[in-house]
């Protein structure tokens, strides 16, 4: 029986698992390893090797078969490597059941997963979507040997099998920890449903960035509108969404918002946990879908984006593409193949500022298009709707008349039913 010591043990050195089940889904093993690759160094846990097997069906007991499984805990403590990886999910029968055959940490990308977006949650609603995550994973595994990656790796008391009525306790803790943070949850969600809706009513229409993790949302959000938010080369670095304005060059007005970036195999209770912060995309005007062309896997991060924004009911809505790092892409086939097969697309580079005014000037295009040039007269007690025109930047002229405002300019939709009594258009 492993025994594990009051001593926290650091992890350092970790064996990468990827499977393929014969029949199952066409992802690249090894591309999917690269990735979780960049997903445990974001940790900080030294990736030793990595290992792709290929099985016919999974297995109840280790998820790969028996033989396979002692073989690699046998090469795994050969090489003096402290946790395995798996990028698969396990059940917490079959995690116990490989820690308790290895005496090793061993987890899974959900876990990886949740230890990020643990470290990158700044707002009170992000905290307590993670807190909540966090809970519903680790209730069903509190007989586990090691407890989560931020204990393990900073300290703090582990589960040692104290008997029934300390799990029953255990267990109760976590349910009434569940419930207080849904209940929290639902309160803060309230009050950024309020905002939310504020928001709706202002006149200024506004686009969601969304796409793949680490593929410059959250530079493209600065560059456009000279925010300073954070944005490093690592994944999950946003997890809060940030909503800065930008003046277009017609002297329309456009609300941008940086969005989460999704990954693949996202666990499904993190979407849910992630939902209220994903609903910026639900409520956007329209969506602006960022790629990293330089990735092999670009096509394949497209599709894990839309079938994302399919679940949250926001696959329906408008979305202008934009394929970043054109600097970086190396295969000029490549480039010209989804220039041909995207021609609506724009193609930039947001570190050498290629391609920004293109896609500026398409942003204005997309938002006159939607807005409508018209001819007004306003009574002078209206300016209350002359100044929300001219908050959302709709205004071209303006000029004071014997009988009132003169007025013509692009409206927008949110504005033409408040406007529409005073236009001249057609008179």
């Not at 104290?162 to 255990?170: I, M, P, V």
């Not at 680490?214 to 994944?235: F, H, P």
């Not at 879908?289 to 696959?315: F, N, R, Y």
Request: hydrophobic letters at 40%; aromatic letters at 6%.
């Amino acid at each position: 029986m492993f025994e594990v010591s009051d001593k926290p043990k650091m992890v350092e050195r970790a064996l990468l698992i990827g499977v393929h089940v014969i029949g199952q889904g066409a992802d690249n093993v090894d591309n999917l390893l690269v990735e979780l690759t960049d997903l445990v160094n974001t940790v900080e846990i030294g990736v030793m090797e990595t290992m792709a097997i290929t099985i016919r069906k999974p297995h109840s007991h280790f998820y790969i078969g028996k033989g396979k499984a002692y073989d690699i805990i046998e090469h795994a403590k050969a090489q003096g490597y402290d946790c395995i990886v798996f990028d698969d999910s396990l059940t917490p029968a079959q995690q116990r059941n490989w820690e308790k055959e290895s005496g090793l940490c061993v987890i899974d990308r959900q876990e990886v997963i949740l230890d990020i977006f643990a470290s990158r949650a700044q707002t009170k609603e992000a905290v307590l979507q993670v807190g909540l995550a966090r809970m519903v994973y680790s209730l069903p595994r509190l007989t586990r040997a090691w407890t989560h990656l931020s204990r393990q790796r900073g300290g703090g008391t582990k589960m040692r099998g104290q008997g029934e009525t300390q799990l029953e306790a255990d267990q109760r803790i976590v349910r009434d920890r569940i419930a207080s943070l849904k209940r929290r949850l639902k309160i803060v969600r309230a009050q950024r449903g309020t905002q939310r809706k504020r928001r709706m009513k202002k006149p200024v229409p506004s686009a969601a960035i969304v796409g793949y993790t680490n593929v410059g949302k959250s530079s493209l959000l600065n560059i456009i509108t000279g925010a300073d938010i954070l944005a490093e080369d690592k994944l999950f670095v946003t997890l809060d969404p940030t909503t800065r304005q930008v003046i277009l060059p017609s002297g329309l007005k456009l609300l941008l918002t940086d969005t989460v970036g999704f990954v693949r195999k996202l666990p499904h209770n993190l979407v849910e946990a992630f939902k209220a912060t994903l609903e910026e995309a639900v409520v956007a005007d329209f969506l602006i879908h960022v790629l990293d062309i330089s990735s092999p896997e670009v096509e394949k991060h497209g599709e894990t984006t839309l079938e994302v924004l399919k679940e949250l009911g926001a696959d329906e809505k408008r979305i202008l593409t934009v394929f970043n790092k054109i600097d970086a892409c190396q295969d000029a086939f490549a480039l010209q193949r989804l220039q041909a097969q995207f021609p609506d697309a724009e193609f930039i580079s947001i570190l050498n500022n290629d391609g920004i005014e293109q896609l500026v000037r398409r942003l204005d295009d997309l938002l006159e298009t939607d807005s409508t040039f018209g001819e007004y007269l306003f009574p002078f007690d209206r300016y209350d709707l002359i100044s929300q025109l001219h908050q959302a930047g709709c205004v071209k002229e303006e000029e004071a008349r014997e009988e009132g405002v003169y007025i013509n300019g692009f409206i927008t939709p949110a504005l033409r039913p408040k406007v529409d009594a005073y236009q001249l258009n057609g008179r």
